[in-house]
């Protein structure tokens, strides 16, 4: 793998061992919150991997309408989390664009190891797109794996 020269690579250490899961949810912020992505990236990320199979009641609450039909019976996004951890926050895009954030689902190095991301991470994972939606008032999930673009989002409703 190629690595990008010292001044081209992102602040932040990667993904670094917590002390304790308080401070590894310190970066999520409050998940009763529904104005924090991170809520809604959690019910995704919990749902798609409910015992017995996606959770489809919760999926369609926190899933965008259009992107909707698009999923399936959600087989093929639980197959692609596989044993990935969801990171801790959830970051804007690189414009700034105020209603997307990619929260990231990545390879952890040892799942009993309660880790932070500390900085931008790309590590044999994915992203989960969240979109804000103010006729809803929280985040909605409208795709999974590549990051989607702002300009190729359906207009927030």
């Known amino acids: 793998m190629r690595e990008l020269p010292e001044d081209d690579q992102p602040s932040g250490r990667g993904i ?31 749902a798609v991997l409910a015992d017995g199979g996606p959770d489809l009641d919760a999926l369609k609450l926190v899933c965008t309408p259009e992107s909707w039909g698009a999923w399936g019976d959600f087989s093929e996004v639980r197959e692609m989390i596989g044993d990935r951890g969801l990171a801790t926050r959830a970051d804007p895009p690189a414009t700034g664009e105020p ?49 989607i673009l702002p300009e190729d989002l359906p207009p927030a409703v």
């Open 99 to 147: 209603g997307v954030r990619y929260a990231k689902v990545v390879t952890m190095p040892d799942p009993n190891q309660t880790i932070r991301v500390d900085g931008y991470v790309v590590m044999g994972g994915h992203a989960i797109t969240l979109q804000w939606r103010p006729a809803s008032g929280y985040w909605r999930v409208h795709g999974f794996g590549d990051y």
């Open 16 to 46: 670094v061992p917590a002390d304790d899961e308080a401070a590894a949810g310190a970066d999520a912020g409050d998940l009763t919150d529904p104005r924090n992505p991170m809520s809604s990236a959690v019910v995704f990320y919990n």
